[in-house]
């Protein structure tokens, strides 16, 4: 599947060109030739015979870039200046910052954000530990911790690399929750040091965001700091997905007119997302799902079954359904794709039960081409923003957090999960769902208010003791 131009991947061009009455028209029609979008153009400088034009362009990525460059170089009387990759300017120098909440501007105020008053505060917590909730940052900040292992659908990049999605998340907490989140990027993949780690720093921190950590390494990382620390942990890559994905498949499920105990599903990917999407899904009732790996489909006979997967065996394809994902679709009714490209076809959605639903969530290039896909499915979402029905982590994390945080809730369990997907599905009301609109956008102001409710009342009711704590 081709990509389309995105804002992603923009450059903005400085040209100088002669001041003839085409000159601009001439810049444009050359960029569109090459199936570049121009965004913006705007004229810096004039004189009596040559002008300066800065060029805004989105593309398909670095070589289409260098190719629409290419054809601007070829264009009589233009000269190419600076190129800048908008994306990368935005980064220039991180995007976070750290400022103070309260001014420092005489000797009485450093007397009390600092030394001596500073002390009476620090001698109440030691007294009161669960004081520093209320009299620190640690009431309202979170750390997004990371090995680099697992970045985005890049891979291994290590720490360095990973630090640009981790500042991501940490802008997003505080854009969409108020959270004040930091980038945690820790260089080692040793689970017992990042556990002791993490452990080390957790006295800061009101939650943990553990992200973009490898399978199966990231499921023992969880499960020990649950263990260990008396702040919820959350994996947003299972946990953030999951709740996503049941959030979609609930509202998609109203528009077909099925219901989720009754539907068989296939589910690509038995990693640490589809582990999540698996559980959430049977916690919410689902009782025929059958899962795939890269080697076919998990069930209890298969050879050389590896041990993290023998918990889905032993939980799923009540069917015994065998073979490829392909041979498991026939007849189904939903399929949920967090795995790889081209795992299936067009073919394979036409062999599903009529009002099919097709979630291909792998990013960039999904599972199916969503477009061939609507040809058969009457729900198709996917991870990516030009397309209808982004099924998005962002829609769940910072109101997730911020109903954590606001509740001073010690752990996360199944039933806040399930409050957070079923809130996140009533924010699309009745009269809003459609095909194309099974989940709110993420700019929707209700949704981190009307999640953090539901998480905040789930945390209360759970007075910290009763559910079980998410695997």
Not at 310 to 323: F, I, K, L, Q
Request: aromatic fraction near 4%.
């Amino acid at each position: 599947m081709g990509s389309a131009p995105s804002v992603s991947s923009s450059i903005t061009a400085r040209l100088e060109v002669e001041a003839r009455p085409t000159a601009v028209s001439e810049l444009t029609t050359a960029i569109e030739r090459e199936g570049g979008i121009v965004t913006a153009l705007d004229v810096t400088a004039s004189g009596h015979e040559r002008i300066t034009v800065d060029v805004t362009c989105a593309t398909r990525g670095d070589s289409h870039a260098e190719a629409i460059v290419a054809a601007l170089r070829t264009l009589p009387g233009v000269q190419v200046g600076r190129i800048s990759d908008r994306t990368f300017l935005l980064h220039l120098g991180g995007k976070l910052s750290v400022e103070s909440k309260v001014p420092i501007r005489n000797r009485d105020d450093l007397s009390m954000v600092y030394t001596p008053g500073v002390a009476r505060v620090c001698e109440a917590i030691a007294a009161r530990p669960e004081d520093a909730r209320r009299l620190t940052i640690k009431r309202n900040t979170v750390a997004v911790v990371t090995d680099g292992t697992a970045v985005l659908g890049l891979g291994d990049l290590g720490p360095l690399a990973a630090l640009p999605v981790m500042e991501g998340k940490a802008a997003l907490f505080k854009r969409f929750a108020g959270i004040d989140a930091f980038p945690i990027a820790l260089d080692t993949t040793d689970v017992d040091q990042i556990v002791e780690t993490v452990a080390a720093i957790a006295p800061v921190f009101a939650g943990i965001n553990l992200e973009d950590i490898s399978a199966p390494r990231c499921f023992e990382i969880e499960r020990r700091l649950r263990a260990r620390l008396d702040i919820p942990v959350f994996h947003d890559d299972q946990h953030g997905t999951a709740i996503v994905a049941l959030a979609a498949l609930t509202n998609a499920l109203r528009v077909v007119e099925k219901s989720l105990p009754d539907v068989r599903v296939v589910l690509s990917g038995a990693g640490a997302a589809g582990t999540a999407v698996l559980k959430l899904l049977l916690a919410a009732g689902a009782r025929d799902v059958v899962v795939a790996d890269i080697e076919g489909v998990i069930h209890r006979g298969r050879p050389g079954l590896a041990p993290e997967l023998e918990w889905t065996a032993e939980h799923t394809n009540p069917r015994g359904v065998s073979g490829s994902i392909p041979d498991a679709l026939v007849g189904a009714d939903v399929f949920i794709g967090v795995s790889a490209p081209d795992v299936i076809t067009a073919d394979d959605v036409a062999r599903m039960a009529d009002r099919s639903i097709v979630f291909a969530l792998a990013n960039p290039r999904p599972e199916v081409d969503p477009v061939e896909a609507a040809r058969y499915a009457t729900v198709v979402g996917t991870g990516r923003s030009d397309f209808a029905n982004q099924i998005n982590n962002v829609l769940a994390f910072p109101g997730v957090f911020r109903g954590l945080l606001d509740a001073q809730s010690h752990r996360i369990t199944d039933a806040m999960l399930l409050a957070a997907a079923t809130a996140l599905a009533s924010v699309v009301t009745p009269d809003e769902l459609n095909p194309t609109y099974i989940v709110p956008s993420v700019f929707n102001p209700e949704v981190t208010t009307v999640v953090a409710a539901a998480v905040e009342r789930a945390a209360r009711e759970a007075n910290e003791t009763a559910d079980t704590v998410v695997g």
